[in-house]
C-alpha cells in the first residue's frame, strides 16, 4: 500500500496524544498527578494539540474532505466512522478533566470521574483507529490478531515518554513514571516483533487458483497484463518495497524506537538524583528518538502492506 504521509502523521500524531490523555487520567486516579496549573496547561495542550493535528491530517486523506461530519452518521458499520465519535467523546470528557486541573488544582470528586471517561474514552478511540485497517481482509498484514495490540501498546509507550518528558522538565523525574514507560517499550517491542513474526510467516489467503476457482487444472497465471501503464489501483494498492530495504528499516524502527528510548530513560533514572539536568536531556532524547522509529514503523506498516487485487495485476497477495 502506498504510505501516504497525512495516514502516518494521523496515525502517529493522534495515538501520541490519545496516550498522553490516558497517562494523565491514570495519574490522576492513582494521586501522583501533579497538579499545578503550569504543568496542566503544557501538558493538555501537547496531548489536545497532537489529537487535533492527527485527526486534521486524516480528514485532509478523505477524496472528500468537507463530508468528514456526515461520515460520522456511519457509525453502526464503519470503524472510521466510530473513531470519529470516539473522539470527539475524548474531547468531551477531557475538558472538564482538564479544566479541573488547570484552574481549580483539583482531580478529585467529579474530576477524577471525567478523568476516569477521559481513560475510557482515549483507549476506545485508539482501538478503533486500530480497527480501520484491521478490519480490512483484503490485506492480510493488516487484518490479524496484533495490529490492534500493536497499536495500543504503542500508544502507550508515546504516551509514557511524553509524560516522563513533562514531569522531568517541570516537576522533577519520577522514577516509577519512567520504569513504567521502560516496560511499555519493551512491551510494544515484543508486540511489535510478532507481528512482524506473524505476517513473514503467514500464507497468502488468496491466489489467482483460488479467486478463479481453477486450481484443479493445474497452474494458474496471467497470460498477459491486464494494462500497459499504471492506473490508479496500481499506483496505491500496488506500492512495493524490497525485502532488504524493508529488514533495514525494521532493525532501524528497533534501534529507535525501542533499543534507544528504553536505555535513555534507564539512563535518567540512574542520573535523576544527582543529576537532574542530564537525566531530563536523556528523556528528550528518548522521546526524539521513539518519534523518529515511530514514523518509520508507521510507513512501513502501510508499505508492507499487499492487496489482494493486485493478483489481477500479477502481483503478490
Known amino acids: 500500500m502506498y504510505p501516504a504521509a497525512s495516514v502516518i502523521l494521523f496515525t502517529t500524531a493522534s495515538g501520541a496524544g490519545l496516550g498522553l490523555i490516558a497517562w494523565l487520567a491514570l495519574l490522576a486516579l492513582l494521586g501522583l498527578a501533579p497538579t499545578t496549573t503550569a504543568f496542566g496547561l503544557v501538558a493538555f495542550g501537547l496531548a489536545l ?13 478523505l477524496g472528500r474532505p468537507e463530508r468528514a461530519l456526515l461520515a460520522l452518521t456511519q457509525w453502526r458499520s464503519s470503524w472510521l466512522a466510530r473513531e470519529g465519535v470516539a473522539a470527539l467523546a475524548t474531547y468531551m ?9 488547570i484552574v481549580l488544582n483539583r482531580t478529585d470528586g467529579a474530576f477524577a470521574a471525567a478523568a476516569a471517561a477521559s481513560l ?22 493488516w487484518s490479524n490478531r496484533w495490529t490492534a495490540p500493536v497499536y495500543l501498546a504503542l500508544a502507550a509507550a508515546s504516551g509514557g515518554l511524553l509524560t516522563v518528558d513533562l514531569t522531568s522538565l517541570m516537576g522533577g523525574f519520577r522514577p516509577a513514571i519512567g520504569l513504567a514507560a521502560v ?15 506473524h505476517i513473514d510467516n503467514q ?8 479467486a478463479t476457482g481453477l486450481a484443479s487444472l493445474g497452474t494458474v497465471r496471467l497470460l498477459e497484463q491486464p494494462h500497459t501503464e499504471a492506473n490508479y489501483v496500481m499506483r496505491e494498492m500496488g506500492f512495493h518495497i524490497a525485502r532488504k530495504h524493508s529488514a533495514k528499516l525494521r532493525r532501524l524502527t528497533v534501534a ?8 535513555s ?5 540512574l542520573l535523576a538524583d544527582h543529576f537532574p539536568i542530564a537525566s531530563a536531556s536523556a528523556a528528550l532524547l528518548a522521546t526524539l528518538s521513539a518519534a523518529v522509529g515511530l514514523g518509520v514503523e508507521r510507513w512501513l506498516f502501510f508499505a508492507e502492506a499487499t492487496h489482494v487485487s493486485m493478483l489481477y495485476y500479477g502481483g503478490a497477495p
Not at 494539540?49 to 486523506?61: D, E, I, R
Not at 470528557?93 to 486541573?101: H, N, V
Not at 524506537?257 to 528504553?262: N, S, Y
Open 183 to 197: 516496560a511499555l517499550v519493551v512491551a510494544s517491542a515484543a508486540a511489535k516483533l510478532a507481528y512482524w513474526r
Open 256 to 263: 529507535a524506537l525501542f533499543a534507544m528510548p528504553a536505555l
Open 265 to 269: 530513560i534507564s539512563s535518567a533514572t
Open 120 to 141: 475510557a474514552m482515549s483507549v476506545a478511540t485508539i482501538v478503533c483507529t486500530a480497527m480501520i485497517y484491521a478490519s480490512l481482509k483484503p490485506i492480510r498484514q
Open 49 to 61: 494539540g497532537l489529537l487535533s493535528l492527527g485527526l486534521l491530517s486524516s480528514v485532509f486523506h
Open 203 to 210: 500464507s497468502p489467503r488468496s491466489t489467482l487458483a483460488t
Open 93 to 101: 470528557t477531557t475538558g472538564p478533566f482538564a479544566l479541573g486541573w
